[in-house]
């Protein structure tokens, strides 16, 4: 069984875009305080999420951990 591709946006992170895995996703919001970040499935929604950040329905994560 394969793993559905998700792209995951950083809008506040030591480099905020998007980024086509949880790794590079993780390099970008560790140690970066009230770092925001979500997952989406699809390319088109996570470009159109990153350009207007508004348009996501559910907040974006936050980054808790230390």
């Not at 980024?19 to 699809?42: H, L, M, V």
């Amino acid at each position: 069984m394969s793993k559905e591709k998700k792209y995951y946006v950083v809008w506040q992170g030591n480099s905020p875009g998007i980024y086509g895995s949880w790794e590079d996703c993780q390099r970008e919001i560790k140690g970066y305080p009230d770092a925001k970040f979500k997952s989406f499935t699809n390319l088109e929604e996570a470009r159109k999420a990153f350009k207007d950040p508004e348009s996501v329905k559910s907040e974006p994560k936050k980054n808790i951990s230390t």
